[in-house]
């Protein structure tokens, strides 16, 4: 079999550039999943360093969290809790407010009895920016007596707020090198300037 010499985090180069302007810092990892040996290769690096003995529970926040979060809770064989955004879930819930990267006050919701005390669940998202969403993410799944076993997204920026849950919990990102890291932190990859569309 030929040697595979492209670089561990190869596929986050086939992340889109924000082409919107600079009041939308977002990139757009979701054309990276449109590849598939790119998109198994990130769910693979998502869950390698998490124990699948030591989860019981995959929770994914809504919107994009959903994407990672359904095919993480696949391959480790587990099931799946939608952590949604507030007011549409049709059953009692327990929601908590906070401000993102948008700095407007947003809430998100899961519902009552959402796993027996004591479950150990995985949280998992596309992106830490703030840390505004997983922080509230992390408050939903405390509440209700869940055990964080651990934080999964495909980038995660060194901010403040980041940093805070990275020091308390097990974080794991897709990104291996600080180069790679550095440009996350900044919205600006290297790979832009030859970034071609599929
Ligand atoms: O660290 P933060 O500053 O909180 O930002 C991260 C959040 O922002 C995005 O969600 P958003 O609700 O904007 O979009 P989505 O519905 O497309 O996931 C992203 O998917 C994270 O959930
Ligand atoms: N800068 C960013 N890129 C991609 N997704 C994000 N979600 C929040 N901030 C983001």
Redesign the pocket.
């Known amino acids: 079999m030929a040697e595979d010499k492209r670089e561990p985090d190869w596929y986050l180069a086939l992340m889109a550039p924000n082409t919107r302007g600079p009041e939308f ?5 979701t054309a990276m999943y449109r590849h598939a040996e790119a998109f198994h290769q990130c769910i693979a690096d998502m869950t390698k360093d998490f124990n699948p003995d030591e989860i019981d529970l995959v929770a994914g926040i809504d919107a ?1 969290g959903y994407v990672l979060g359904a095919a993480i809770a696949f391959h480790l064989k587990k099931g799946f809790l939608a952590i949604r955004k507030y007011g549409h879930l049709p059953s009692e819930v327990d929601d908590v407010s906070f401000k ?2 948008s700095k407007r006050e947003k809430r998100m919701e899961i519902r009552k009895n959402a796993f027996r005390p004591g479950t150990r669940v995985l949280i998992v998202d ?2 830490i ?1 703030t840390g505004g969403s997983m922080t509230a993410a992390v408050e939903l799944v405390e509440r209700q007596q869940g055990i964080v076993a651990g934080i999964s997204c495909v ?1 995660i ?1 060194e901010q403040e707020r980041a940093k805070k849950l990275m020091e308390k919990y097990k974080c794991v990102s897709c990104v291996r090198s600080k180069e790679l890291q550095a440009q996350v932190n900044a ?1 600006d990859l290297e790979s832009f300037k030859t970034y071609k569309p599929l």
């Open positions: 810092c977002w990139l757009d990892p994009a993102d990267y596309q992106w920016e980038c920026e919205h």
